[in-house]
Structure formats: C-alpha cells, structure tokens
C-alpha cells in the first residue's frame, strides 16, 4: 500500500469500476521475479516497507480487510483512534485488529487516501498484492472483487532462468501445502493460515525448500522433504512473525 495521495476524480472513478472489466484494466509490469522476491523478503522480515507501484489504486484499503497492528507500533497506534480497533482473536493482549465500514472500506481512507499514510501500520507499508500471482494461490473473491481484479493484471518477467525456477517453485510450494493441508505441527505450527493472503505468503516464504541449488543449475523440487521446509520456515519466522 505505496499509493501516493490520489485525486478525489480517480477515487469516483474506481467506485464506478466494480462491474465490467475496463480497456484500462490491461497488464501491468511486475518486474523480474528474483528482484521482487529478495525485496518482498526484505519487507516481511521488518527491512523496509514494501515498494508495490500502487499507482492510484487502493484495491487493498477498499476490501473488507482487517488489518493487523502488532504491540510494538507505537506510531501507527497513537494514530489510530480507540474506537476503531479491537483485540485480534486468537493473539496475545496487545494485538489488535482495524476493522471496515459498511461498504468495505478502512475507516481511515479519507476522500480516496490513507489519511494517516506517514503512520499506517505495518501491515499496510508490507502488503503487496503480487504475493498472488508470485504464488499463484487464488484471491479469496469475496468481497476482494478490486484486489483479484489488480492481481489478475500482474506480469512477471523471467529475463534469467532463475527468475523462471524461483517463480515455478512459489507456485510448487502452493501446490505443496494446498496438498499437505494437514502438514505436522512442526511444519505449520499454527495450522495453515485461514486466509488467502497468508497462504500466498506462506508460499512465498518457503520457497527455498522447493529450489535444489546443488547440482550445475537451480532446479524445482516440487516434493522437498518436510525437514527442509520447516527449516527454511523457521528462519524466516526467526526475523518477523508468521503470515495472519
Ligand atoms: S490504514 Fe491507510 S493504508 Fe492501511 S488500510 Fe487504512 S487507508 Fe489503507
């Protein structure tokens, strides 16, 4: 969510954009797959904010999303009224949720901009809808109808092969736990996420289980031992915490 301070015209326009495809809903450049995925890597270990070339789009503050704010962000909290978050469930104490309004929308978009842009909270600086198409795991379409729409537009690039091998083997660890649902406690502590977001980061975050960087080129292994797998999850839940 990078999306600089829309127009209130474009807000009106996207409004009247949830029925029929639009001729301006054409392709959109995601850029090589290795260079999104060491950044996405970086923003979901804490590095840095994500850097999704939003445009004007707000498909995400716009989809009846509830957005995770963790005991640690002072800033975005200080900025976010009481009243409009409560306890998230199943979270220790502090964690807390900002909920929708009625037409699906966060409270705090305000004429077709995140009012509290330079404090939005960590979920919204690291979310970035290319997740899907990386993964390939569908949109949950329910209510998301604005969300699946941009994903659906997404082009990567594969200029090396292992821009090709990275992006087959995302999609491989999505097939993987589609398959393994009920994978050991060891592998998926929590169980797998409920949502269609968290499985497509969960794909993403396991991704180098399903790469074998061994032999003369890096190849998928679309079966990868379930050791390797938790592994490579633990790490990566070593430096931030685990997909909602
Ligand atoms: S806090 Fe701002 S960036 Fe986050 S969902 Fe709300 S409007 Fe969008």
Redesign the pocket.
Known sequence: ?THPQPDPIDHRERDHRDGPEQPQDGPLDAGPFSAWLAGVRGALAGDHGSDVPCGTC?A??TSS?F?HIEPDEHDALAH?PRALRFPAPGLPRGHVL?GYDEHGH????VDGA????EH??R??RTYDCRVFPASGVAVDERDKVRIARQVRRWRFSHPAELDRVEHDAAHAAAAWFQTHANASPAVLPGGPPPTSTGRAILAVAALDAFVDRTGPAPRVVPEPDPHEIRVTLSRRRGRRSPPP
């Open positions: 969510m707000t995400c503050c999303q957005v976010i900002l966060c409270p705090l978009l995140c009012s509290i842009y939005r909270p979920t919204c």
